[in-house]
């Protein structure tokens, strides 16, 4: 069974960094296609970003600004957020998938910055 659980999110100030963690069970973070999406108050789940065996891919919003990377013996992935802004606050959720599709979920992180 896979299971993917996030950790690090919290409330931190404008220009603040954090760091989230989608530890996983069940499948290898070397293989598949892994994505973080965050969902604020209101408004449609959006992607923020994903990592492939070998290129990564941001949002518009957050490129520049957020990091996504994985750690193979560890089996987790992260996402370094830097230089928040208030408009990141949402629910940020991991995923992992093959092909186009996302058939895994984590339950959320609540990230929260304050202006």
């Known amino acids: 069974q896979v299971q993917l659980v996030e950790s690090g999110g919290g409330l931190v100030q404008a220009g603040d960094s954090l760091r989230l963690s989608c530890a996983v069970s069940?499948?290898?973070?070397?293989?598949?296609?892994w994505g973080w999406f965050r969902q604020a108050p209101g408004k449609e789940r959006e992607f923020v970003g994903s990592i492939t065996l070998s290129t990564t891919y941001y949002a518009d919003s957050v490129k520049g600004r957020f990091t996504i990377s994985r750690d193979n013996f560890k089996n987790t992935m992260y996402l370094q957020m830097n230089s928040l802004k208030p408009e990141d606050t949402a629910v940020y959720y991991c995923?992992?998938?093959?092909?186009?599709?996302?058939?895994?979920w984590g339950q959320g992180t609540q990230v929260t910055v304050s202006s």
């Open positions: 069940g499948r290898t973070v070397r293989s598949y296609n």
């Open positions: 995923a992992s998938g093959a092909d186009s599709r996302w058939d895994y």
